[in-house]
């Protein structure tokens, strides 16, 4: 069974007030398949440290599952750090381009330029479709590694990881053993005696 990696990004799970439940929430997703989840990494919106953070969770890991920095702001830079940190250049994409102006027709009002960033992605990525947000992930798959980007919003996160990331993985990994976890509950007794 392969392993896997979580990369959360975004600086604002580093400053203490914002709780990172994507992380635990795909870990869940990936227990259910019995895929065994190694590490989870926090990064901030910086190019190079999520170029250093990819490569080495893709030097480590089968699997990598990126949250966060696919929105159309400056400081989304998930997919410009993706492309660098595996060597591909980004390629714009008219029909993802046109899905999201009609997601915001949708809604009602005129899409903003900088929505337009949204519409490139890695060359040769696969584009993982938002049904309820303007951010579309992507999915790579490189000789036995396959990465996953997601958006951090964490409802879309949850739509796209049941909806397309979880159902490839279970075709692709079907569980060969399951894991098994026990959960012993005490009380009034300390951990070295249990121990």
């Not at 580093?14 to 398949?33: E, H, P, W």
């Not at 046109?98 to 890695?122: C, D, H, K, L, T």
């Amino acid at each position: 069974m392969p392993n896997a990696e979580v990369l959360a990004t975004g600086t604002e799970l580093l400053s203490g007030d914002l709780v990172d439940t994507n992380s635990s929430r795909i870990a869940r997703a990936l227990q259910s398949l019995s895929i065994p989840l190694v590490q989870i990494t926090v990064v901030g919106d910086d190019r190079p440290r999520m170029v250093a953070a990819i490569q080495a969770a893709l030097a480590r890991s089968e699997i990598l599952i990126i949250s966060g920095g696919l929105g159309p702001t400056v400081d989304d830079v998930t997919r410009e750090a993706v492309a660098e940190a595996m060597g591909r250049p980004l390629i714009f994409d008219p029909e993802l381009f046109e899905a999201i102006r009609a997601r915001f027709q949708a809604f009602g009002f005129p899409m903003p330029e900088n929505n337009r960033r949204q519409a490139f992605r890695p060359q040769g990525s696969q584009v993982i479709p938002n049904p309820i947000g303007t951010a579309p992930g992507f999915m790579i798959e490189e000789g036995d590694h396959i990465l996953f980007a997601l958006p951090g919003v964490p409802r879309e996160l949850e739509r796209m990881l049941t909806g397309s990331v979880i159902p490839y993985l279970e075709k692709r990994f079907p569980p060969a053993e399951a894991m098994v976890w026990r959960v012993i509950r005490t009380i009034g007794i300390g951990e070295s005696i249990i121990d």
